[in-house]
């Protein structure tokens, strides 16, 4: 078994001529290539779960990109105002960066309710449409 070994790893990576040592099993190289294709997918997967920074302001998910009175002719309050009352009124705190809104997975992240309306730095990782904040300071 170890000549095998010895025998491939010669021909895949010191450029052995095939003919020079006793060829594997055609399964046992599709195990080997199956193998090494997922750990490269694995490894993939693991960097696309980094950490990333937005800057972004901190809203609610009832008004997300537009604070609205709910009357008409009436101004809206101000947007630390309009968040506070949203989620006294049920709704979940948002990141609104540009123009995507994303969830934030863990709504009791220390700063939330203090910057709410704020435009905020959030460092944090993105998990589909979701954020798991982990760091959140107040924009230059």
């Not at 399964?27 to 750990?39: E, H, Q, S, Y």
């Not at 696309?48 to 009357?71: F, L, P, Y």
Request: charged share 20%; with cysteine.
């Amino acid at each position: 078994m170890t000549d095998r070994r010895a025998c491939l790893a010669r021909m895949l990576f010191l450029g052995g001529e095939p003919g020079s040592c006793i060829l594997f099993p055609m399964a046992t190289i599709c195990r080997l290539l199956t193998t090494t294709v997922a750990v490269v997918m694995l490894s993939l997967v693991a960097l696309g779960a980094a950490e990333q920074t937005w800057v972004a302001e901190i809203s609610d998910s009832a008004c997300a990109m537009k604070h609205e009175s709910g009357v008409e002719n009436v101004p809206p309050p101000p947007a630390n105002e309009c968040v506070a009352n949203c989620i006294r009124g049920g709704s979940k705190y948002v990141i609104v960066a540009g123009d995507k809104v994303f969830q934030i997975a863990n709504q009791n992240a220390a700063g939330l309710a203090s910057l709410a309306g704020s435009k905020v730095k959030i460092t944090g990782e993105l998990k589909g449409d979701a954020v798991t904040i982990s760091k959140i300071e107040k924009a230059q």
